[in-house]
T-cell receptor, first 112, second 110 residues
């Protein structure tokens, strides 16, 4: 059974640019969550999608957005990048409402 | 707001030296407490779910326990391959999101 796939794995951007990250969940999982991981703050919840609808949103500015497609694949977008957006962005898929999350390996974003 | 505090931040053990990792939490209506393991360069990997005080779960050298205020991850006779960051998370109320602690980095020397 294929795991959660995130692309790209690594990317470097400059301040002011925007970035789109992609996530393909485990087959049959319709819930997708996104987390930001930094050394200082740890894992912080960004948002959760189920059946193309955002169910939950964390305390991040509006520059962070996401969406989910009919095949459950999800994307997140960060606009007007800031240095502080440098982080590992993790996607996780699960059954709806479950705390057992299956994480991808993440997308490592560096903002210069 | 849910809060999770893990201690110590880092722990170094000799192979075979048993120890415990602590996770203290404050939530309104606990739905579940979760332990994850994260290896460098990888995403977290699910280990255990605990739902109520007094519950225990075991897997190989790991045993997780839960009280009303904290959870412990006991590691018995650890091996170098147990070296990783261990994350604790809680889920509460009607909210399905997980609130994570900052993790405990465990190093086991041969």
């Amino acid at each position: 059974k294929a795991g959660v796939t995130q692309t790209p794995r690594y990317l470097i951007k400059t301040r002011g640019q925007q970035v789109t990250l992609s996530c393909s969940p485990i087959s049959g999982h319709r819930s997708v969550s996104w987390y930001q991981q930094t050394p200082g703050q740890g894992l912080q919840f960004l948002f959760e999608y189920f059946s193309e609808t955002q169910r939950n949103k964390g305390n991040f500015p509006g520059r962070f957005s996401g969406r989910q497609f009919s095949n459950s694949r999800s994307e997140m977008n960060v606009s007007t990048l800031e240095l502080g957006d440098s982080a590992l962005y993790l996607c996780a898929s699960s059954q709806l409402g479950a705390g057992e999350l299956f994480f991808g390996e993440g997308s490592r974003l560096t903002v210069l | 707001e849910d809060q999770v505090t893990q201690s110590p931040e880092a722990l170094r053990l000799q192979e075979g030296e048993s120890s415990s990792l602590n996770c203290s939490y404050t939530v309104s209506g606990l739905r579940g407490l979760f332990w994850y393991r994260q290896d460098p360069g990888k995403g977290p990997e699910f280990l255990f779910t605990l739902y109520s005080a007094g519950e225990e779960k075991e897997k190989e050298r790991l045993k997780a326990t839960l009280t009303k205020k904290e959870s412990f991850l006991h590691i018995t006779a650890p091996k170098p391959e147990d070296s990783a960051t261990y994350l604790c998370a809680v889920q509460s109320g009607a909210n399905s999101k997980l609130t994570f602690g900052k993790g405990i980095t465990l190093s086991v020397r041969p």
